[in-house]
């Protein structure tokens, strides 16, 4: 079966926009994350959580988009697909992390200088795979799964949780899926309560623990859509967006919760945000009604910009970063300016990296493809 045979369904307008708005909101998380001493006190608490977000409606927006399908495609043609959809920007993400690295030499990287050019251009081409390096060849020194871009890391466990949709859950019945849903959401909330951080922030690195916690953020949210895209009946409700949207963003910017002695209430709350919240606000959004235009065409604009914001953004933070971490003592009120620019600057490169870059490659691999 070729790809030029399988069109494209309606998306819902609204979903596109909601992850516009999450993806601008891990942005500001990124900024204002080297702000803070830890977990207890970043500006932007759980803007991590936009990550279970996106998964969530990952697997929602699989299930509508594929479901139906598999009588007239193969699991080569469902993977070549989804290469086609995603794999575009995460070679164009680490080409800029990779300009960029050795600019980024700072007391915070201390020994970017000394890594040689082979070393990295090596994690540069590990990168375009989203295999994790391992920790040997961790050339900025954070641990991270790709040095050059760390928001690889939920891109590899997108691919994973794709990889087992099409070779065998997809095959799940209701019932099935839902004890794997349950199941996954018990880990989730277990692993949310008992960490010692009380949260579910991590996965960005190769060890069993982040790997476990990789995992277990993945697989909920992905497979929840996925339930979700097959039990819910969209209705018809005004004003999805809006509440939607402001939902989403007093989720994310909520401050921390419970403080450092009671770490376990923050566990709880992101539980319940990822498992119940969550799950709501997809279900609001499919069934929201587009007003005028205007909504309509923020809502293009929004989802059209999420996923190259999210592949893009994290080059320029470490720039951010690198500037903060040579200015001991920064405040907020100091950092807002270059905090902004970098917002706008990452806005822009992925609105450029959508027109010239993503969508004329896309075209050109359904062809090659095909």
Not at 148 to 176: C, D, H, P, Q
Not at 335 to 352: D, E, H, K, N, R
Request: proline share 5%; glycine share 8%; hydrophobic share 50%.
């Amino acid at each position: 079966m070729n790809n030029s045979n399988l069109s494209a369904k309606p998306h819902y307008p609204i979903l596109d926009g909601l992850r516009g708005i999450a993806a601008i909101i891990v942005v500001t998380f990124h900024l204002t994350e080297p702000l803070g001493t830890g977990h207890l006190d970043i500006l932007v608490n759980h803007g991590y959580l936009a990550v279970d977000f996106f998964f969530l409606l990952s697997g929602f927006v699989i299930g509508y988009a594929y479901d139906d399908r598999w009588q007239k495609m193969t699991i080569g043609t469902f993977m070549k697909r989804r290469i086609e959809r995603l794999q575009p920007m995460v070679i164009l993400g680490m080409s800029l992390g990779a300009i960029g690295f050795y600019f980024t030499d700072s007391t915070i990287w201390p020994l970017i200088h000394t890594i040689p050019l082979w070393k990295m251009m090596l994690v540069m081409l590990i990168g375009y795979t989203l295999l994790p390096v391992p920790l040997s060849l961790d050339i900025r020194g954070w641990g991270e799964m790709h040095p050059l871009n760390s928001v690889g890391w939920s891109l590899f466990f997108e691919y994973m949780a794709n990889f087992l949709y099409a070779i065998g859950i997809r095959k799940f019945s209701k019932t099935a899926l839902g004890i794997l849903v349950l199941i996954a959401a018990i880990a989730l909330a277990h692993l949310a309560i008992t960490n010692p951080n009380g949260d579910v922030s991590g996965g960005w690195t190769l060890t069993p623990e982040q790997i476990y916690m990789g995992i277990t953020r993945t697989m909920y949210p992905f497979f929840a859509g996925l339930l979700l895209s097959r039990i819910a009946k969209p209705t018809r409700i005004k004003y999805a967006f809006l509440w939607c949207s402001l939902m989403i963003a007093l989720i994310l910017y909520m401050p921390r919760i419970g403080g450092s002695e009671h770490v376990w209430m923050n566990g709880l709350y992101e539980s319940i945000c990822i498992i119940i919240v969550f799950p709501l606000i997809v279900y609001l959004g499919a069934s929201g009604v587009i007003h005028t235009q205007t909504e309509r065409r923020i809502c293009k604009f929004l989802g059209d910009i999420s996923y190259p914001l999210y592949l893009v953004h994290f080059p320029l933070v470490y720039f951010y970063i690198a500037w903060i971490s040579n200015h001991k003592g920064v405040t907020i009120l100091q950092a807002w300016p270059y905090g902004l620019l970098t917002l706008v600057g990452s806005i822009i490169l992925a609105y450029a990296s959508l027109k010239w870059y993503d969508e004329p490659v896309r075209k050109w691999l359904r062809k090659k493809l095909g």
